[in-house]
T-cell receptor, first 110, second 115 residues
Framework: EDQVTQSPEALRLQEGESSSLNCSYTVSGLRGLFWYRQDPGKGPEFLFTLYSAGEEKEKERLKATLTKKESFLHITAPKPEDSATYLCAVQLANDYKLSFGAGTTVTVRA | GAVVSQHPSRVICKSGTSVKIECRSLDFQATTMFWYRQFPKQSLMLMATSNEGSKATYEQGVEKDKFLINHASLTLSTLTVTSAHPEDSSFYIC???????????FGEGSWLTVV
């Protein structure tokens, strides 16, 4: 059965304290792994798509990496505005739809 | 970046009535759109895949006669919650896949409250 597991569930950081979020997956065939940011009461905002092991993508303080079993979202020197729930989702090779993990809620204190 | 718009953002309806939520891709065409439901502090649950020109594909356990989906054009999909009950109150979110790419963009979501 295809599964997407995110850890930790919640992460509290001090401003400037870098950390990483994990998304592990077991799927029969991966087309792509997506990262989104979701603010309370809003729809998910697209961050990255990774397609193959070894691929990395960066955007401002965020960097996403992918292996054959997991993906990491690194947050470097976070600011309070980085506080949000970060969702990862897998897209299977034979479909466009996304299966989401439960998310990691990040809180960055000034 | 690409924009997906949902309307209304918030709606309150009486129990037993129907309510329609629109999802529009504003700057790209999308043959495929998706509808999700999200409960507080939970992740997104896929309800159905909406395909322009054909019937929607519903996920297991989602009542197709209750959640009617119509993909009328390459930029518009609608979700109609029929005979709404309080347990249908939730945050409904749509997403769209541009015909020219694979990135999936989400709308801002629609809060439905059934009283």
């Amino acid at each position: 059965e295809d599964q997407v597991t995110q850890s930790p569930e919640a992460l509290r950081l001090q401003e400037g304290e870098s950390s990483s979020l994990n998304c592990s997956y077991t799927v029969s065939g991966l087309r792509g792994l997506f990262w989104y940011r979701q603010d309370p009461g809003k729809g998910p905002e697209f961050l990255f798509t990774l397609y193959s092991a070894g691929e990395e993508k960066e955007k401002e303080r965020l960097k996403a990496t992918l292996t054959k079993k997991e993906s990491f979202l690194h947050i470097t020197a976070p600011k309070p505005e980085d506080s949000a729930t970060y969702l990862c989702a897998v897209q299977l090779a034979n479909d466009y739809k996304l299966s989401f993990g439960a998310g990691t809620t990040v809180t960055v204190r000034a | 970046g690409a924009v997906v718009s949902q309307h209304p953002s918030r709606v309150i309806c009486k129990s037993g009535t129907s309510v329609k939520i629109e999802c529009r891709s504003l700057d790209f065409q999308a043959t495929t759109m998706f509808w999700y439901r999200q409960f507080p502090k939970q992740s997104l649950m896929l309800m159905a895949t909406s395909n322009e020109g054909s019937k929607a594909t519903y996920e297991q356990g989602v009542e197709k006669d209750k959640f009617l989906i119509n993909h009328a054009s390459l930029t518009l999909s609608t979700l109609t919650v029929t005979s709404a009950h309080p347990e249908d109150s939730s945050f409904y979110i749509c997403s769209a896949v541009p015909n020219s790419g694979n990135t999936i963009y989400f709308g801002e979501g629609s809060w439905l409250t059934v009283v």
